[in-house]
Antibody
Framework: EVQLVESGGGLVQPGRSLKLSCAASGFTFSNYGMAWVRQTPTKGLEWVASISTGGGNTYYRDSVKGRFTISRDNAKNTQYLQMDSLRSEDTATYYC??????????WGQGVMVTVSS | DIQMTQSPASLSASLGETVSIECLASEDIYSYLAWYQQKPGKSPQLLIYAANRLQDGVPSRFSGSGSGTQYSLKISGMQPEDEGDYFCLQGSKFPLTFGSGTKLEIK
């Protein structure tokens, strides 16, 4: 059974950093691209970033480019999202998702990130 | 960015009724489209990919169609468990973009 489990969320002040992790199991992690998607009641679902199978190619939405870094460790079956210079508008539930030909076929349960002073 | 205009925003249907949800892309997305269902407090679940391919385990009452810029999701025979929010997603071009969602309720 495919499982994606996010961790690392929480309350953080504006301008500070947070690192999310997503532990994957139930499939050959290194065969799939991975992604982060966030959701808020006002903006809905937003794709944040994607990473290729080997980690050599990364893609970001403009509003997080230069502040967020997606990475993965295929030996640990884990992907990460390093979030720096956080802003209030980054407040959201962040989902880890498996990315392939079917787009996002499996999602984690989500982790809450709140940016507030 | 490709804009995905989803309609309607909300929909109320009787049990057994057939319902349709539409997504209009601002440019051709070459069938790189997926549909998701989301229940309250849960993560989205994939229903349809490549515009018309049913994800494994999804009931056959769900179907997708469309091409170019116009796509639709049809539920043939509304069931109680079909209540929830539905979203489309285009995967043709970065940034990947979602529709704004349709809230489907039982009448």
């Amino acid at each position: 059974e495919v499982q994606l489990v996010e961790s690392g969320g929480g309350l953080v002040q504006p301008g500070r950093s947070l690192k999310l992790s997503c532990a994957a199991s139930g499939f050959t992690f290194s065969n799939y691209g991975m992604a982060w998607v966030r959701q808020t009641p006002t903006k809905g679902l937003e794709w944040v970033a994607s990473i290729s199978t080997g980690g050599g190619n990364t893609y970001y939405r403009d509003s997080v480019k230069g502040r967020f870094t997606i990475s993965r460790d295929n030996a640990k079956n884990t992907q990460y999202l390093q979030m720096d210079s956080l802003r209030s508008e980054d407040t959201a539930t962040y989902y880890c998702a498996r990315w392939g030909n079917t787009l996002f076929d499996y999602w984690g349960q989500g982790v809450m990130v709140t940016v507030s002073s | 960015d490709i804009q995905m205009t989803q309609s309607p925003a909300s929909l109320s249907a009787s049990l057994g009724e057939t319902v349709s949800i539409e997504c209009l892309a601002s440019e051709d997305i070459y069938s790189y489209l997926a549909w998701y269902q989301q229940k309250p407090g849960k993560s989205p679940q994939l229903l349809i990919y490549a515009a018309n391919r049913l994800q494994d385990g999804v009931p056959s009452r769900f179907s997708g169609s469309g091409s170019g810029t116009q796509y639709s999701l049809k539920i043939s025979g509304m069931q109680p468990e079909d209540e929830g929010d539905y979203f489309c997603l285009q995967g043709s071009k970065f940034p990947l973009t979602f529709g704004s969602g349709t809230k489907l309720e039982i009448k």
